[in-house]
Nanobody, 121 residues
């Protein structure tokens, strides 16, 4: 069984920073692209940032220049460094990973349980 476990959310003031972590654990054969999504109250879940297995990244326009996604392949962990936080960054942040549990199984999307990020003065 595969799990994605997020950590690092919380309360920050505008302009401050937070760092999210997401570790994949369990029976894992391969890890592909990983990413962070967020969902604010009353809104659709949206992509924040994504990183491929070889380190290619893409970001939502709203976070470019402020957020940085990175990964540690040895630890099956993805990070999201969030700087210059704004109130509009307030949302539940979800980790996503494309994983394989065996060599002959398909790549499958897995999701973390979500971590709350609140930006408020």
């Amino acid at each position: 069984q595969v799990q994605l476990v997020e950590s690092g959310g919380g309360l920050a003031q505008p302009g401050e920073s937070l760092r999210l972590s997401c570790a994949a654990s369990g029976s894992i054969f391969g890890v592909g692209a990983m990413g962070w999504y967020r969902q604010a109250p009353g809104k659709q879940r949206e992509l924040v940032a994504r990183i491929t297995a070889v380190g290619t990244t893409n970001y939502a326009d709203s976070v470019k220049g402020r957020f940085t996604i990175s990964r540690d392949n040895a630890r099956n962990t993805v990070y999201l460094q969030m700087n210059s936080l704004k109130p509009e960054d307030t949302a539940v942040y979800y980790c996503n990973g494309l994983l394989r549990t065996r060599w002959n199984t398909p790549w499958t999307d897995y999701w973390g349980q979500g971590t709350q990020v609140t930006v408020s003065s």
